[in-house]
C-alpha cells in the first residue's frame, strides 16, 4: 500500500512539475498584449510572420482585448471600425503590451474614405489581399518503380502524387479564382531533377503495356513530370484539394546521381498572377525494392527456372526475363 501510494505522490509531483513547464515555456515564448479603450463592434486583428493569427470582435460588456502575442517575432495590430464611419488603423508591434485606441476613435471621419468591400457569400474566391498557407504532400509514401528498363514487362511504372491546400488566415479553404502549379527545384543534394524520358525506356514501351500512346515525360493520367515549366494541378471538390496525380518522376538526377527524395515547388498565384504562397514538398521514389534477390541469374538455385537461367547480360532485363521464363513454363505446366 505504501508503494501504491508513493508512486501516486511520485506522479502527481510529476504532472505538476511538467504543468508548470509548459507554462513556464509559454511565457517564455510569447507575452500579453492588452489593447485598451476598445469601442464595441470593433474589429481588432494580431498577425506575425511565423503564422500566428488572431482575431476579436468587442463586446458590449469589454472596453479591452488581451492577446498572446509570440516573442522575437514581426507582428503587425490592426484595429477597424464602421462607427461611426469606416476607420482602419495599422500598427507594427514592437514589444508593446498595451495599446490604448482612445485617440484612434477621437479622430475625424474622412468623407472620401471608402467602405470597405464585403466579405464575399463563400469561401471560393480568395480576399483581394491577405497572407495565405499553402500545403503540399504526397499520399503515397516511398513509391516503388519497376527501374530505367521496361521492355520485358512492369509492375510499378513511375507514378507519384501531389496534392495541396491553399488556405488565408482566417483558415478558409481556396478553392477557385487561382492557380496553383508545380515544378522542379534543387533537393537537398544541391541536384534536381527535370525530366524522365531520358532516363528510361518507359515511353518506348508504354503502348504495348498500357495501351495508350504518350509524350515523352508525360504519366498515366496525362500529368507531366516536373520541370522547369510549371505544371497545373486542378482542384478536386469531393476531397476539397488541389492535385496532380500519377507524375512520372524517377529517382535519377539530371547529373546521373540518385535520390530517392526529390522535391517540387509548389505554388500559387492569383488571378493577376501575383504569388500568394509558396512551398516545397518531396516526391519519394525508389528503384531499389525489386525481384533481383530471388531472380536475377546470380541469386542460387531457389527460384531458378527448370531451363536454367537467362544470363542476361542486361541486369535490368535478366531478373524479368528469369521471371517470365518461369511464369511460362508453369502455365504450360498446368
Known amino acids: 500500500m ?5 508512486s501516486v505522490l ?25 489593447v485598451k479603450h476598445v469601442q464595441t463592434d470593433t474589429e481588432v486583428v494580431v498577425s506575425c510572420d511565423n503564422g500566428y493569427y488572431e482575431k476579436k470582435t468587442a463586446s458590449e460588456d469589454e472596453d479591452k482585448l488581451k492577446f498572446k502575442v509570440p516573442k522575437d517575432e514581426t507582428c ?17 508591434l514592437d514589444g508593446e503590451d498595451k495599446i490604448d485606441l482612445e485617440d484612434f476613435y477621437t479622430q475625424s471621419c474622412d468623407e472620401d474614405t471608402p467602405s470597405p468591400t464585403p466579405p464575399p457569400d463563400t469561401n471560393t474566391t480568395p480576399p483581394m489581399n491577405g497572407d495565405y498557407i499553402l500545403t503540399a504532400w504526397n499520399d503515397l509514401g516511398m513509391h516503388c518503380m519497376d527501374g530505367n528498363d521496361f521492355s520485358v514487362f512492369s509492375v510499378l511504372p513511375q507514378y507519384n ?35 524522365s524520358a531520358d532516363k528510361t525506356n518507359f515511353w518506348d514501351y508504354v503502348t504495348d503495356l498500357f495501351g495508350t500512346t504518350l509524350q515523352p515525360d508525360v504519366g498515366l493520367t496525362g500529368n507531366p513530370m ?4 510549371p505544371a497545373p494541378l486542378t482542384f478536386n471538390a469531393t476531397h476539397q484539394w488541389w492535385e496532380a496525380e500519377g507524375i512520372p518522376i524517377t529517382p535519377y538526377n539530371d547529373g546521373g546521381t540518385k535520390n530517392y527524395y526529390p522535391l517540387v515547388k509548389v505554388i500559387a498565384k492569383d488571378s493577376t498572377g501575383k504569388v500568394l504562397a509558396e512551398v516545397k514538398t518531396v516526391l519519394p521514389v525508389s528503384d531499389e525494392m525489386d525481384c533481383k534477390r530471388c531472380h536475377a541469374s546470380t541469386s542460387g538455385n531457389d527460384a531458378k527456372p527448370n531451363a536454367g537461367w537467362v544470363n542476361n547480360q542486361d541486369v535490368e532485363k535478366d531478373y524479368k526475363f528469369n521471371i517470365y521464363v518461369f511464369m511460362m513454363m508453369n502455365m504450360q505446366m498446368q
Open 2 to 6: 505504501k508503494h501504491i501510494l508513493l
Open 10 to 34: 511520485l506522479l502527481s509531483f510529476m504532472g505538476l512539475q511538467t504543468l508548470h513547464a509548459d507554462d513556464d515555456e509559454d511565457k517564455k515564448d510569447t507575452y500579453t498584449l492588452e
Open 76 to 92: 503587425t495590430l490592426e484595429v477597424t471600425t464602421d462607427e461611426p464611419c469606416y476607420k482602419n488603423m495599422k500598427v507594427i
Open 161 to 195: 502524387n501531389l496534392h495541396a491546400q491553399l488556405k488565408d488566415k482566417n483558415g478558409d479553404l481556396i478553392t477557385s479564382g487561382v492557380t496553383i502549379t508545380y515544378e522542379s527545384t534543387l533537393g537537398t543534394d544541391g541536384q534536381i531533377n527535370t525530366s
Open 226 to 229: 516536373s520541370s522547369t515549366t
